[in-house]
């Protein structure tokens, strides 16, 4: 670091995507994918389950029936853009699987957002986070 050069400090919003946010092996997919919640939303199919973690984690599962290559790896992106822009609306401790189905395929990026603010809110709606009681003033 060069001298009189502030140090590197977080932003007050992460939005990182790191690994304690995903599903990473294939037990974890098929847990959620056997037992969880279905979710229907346009080009999307959430699969929930409640996990014991402090957070929500999310995994993609994008077929080969959706499209080559290219295609399969832009919807990645894109999920993975709007999960972690939109992470902090999601309820925790959830372990979802988003299957894209192959209507996203033509899918503009707007209708993929739609879809997946739809299952944001059904998730919201579903798994209500626990309210916190109002603080009673001090005497």
């Given at each position: ?49 409640r ?43 959830l ?12 899918a503009?990026?707007a ?29």
């Amino acid at each position: 670091m060069a001298e009189g050069a502030a140090p590197r400090v977080p932003q007050a919003t992460d939005e990182r995507f790191p690994k304690a946010f995903r599903l990473l092996q294939r037990r974890e997919f098929l847990e959620v994918q056997e037992g969880g919640q279905k979710i229907p939303s346009d080009c999307l199919l959430a699969l929930v389950q409640r996990n014991s973690r402090a957070h929500s984690r999310v995994g993609l599962t994008v077929s080969s029936k959706v499209g080559n290559a290219v295609v399969r790896a832009r919807l990645r992106r894109v999920l993975r853009e709007l999960f972690r822009k939109h992470r902090g609306q999601w309820p925790p401790g959830l372990d979802v699987v988003l299957v894209v189905r192959s209507s996203a395929k033509e899918a503009s990026f707007a209708q993929v957002s739609r879809a997946f603010d739809g299952v944001t809110r059904k998730l919201q709606r579903l798994f209500p986070a626990p309210r916190v009681p109002p603080k009673e003033p001090a005497p």
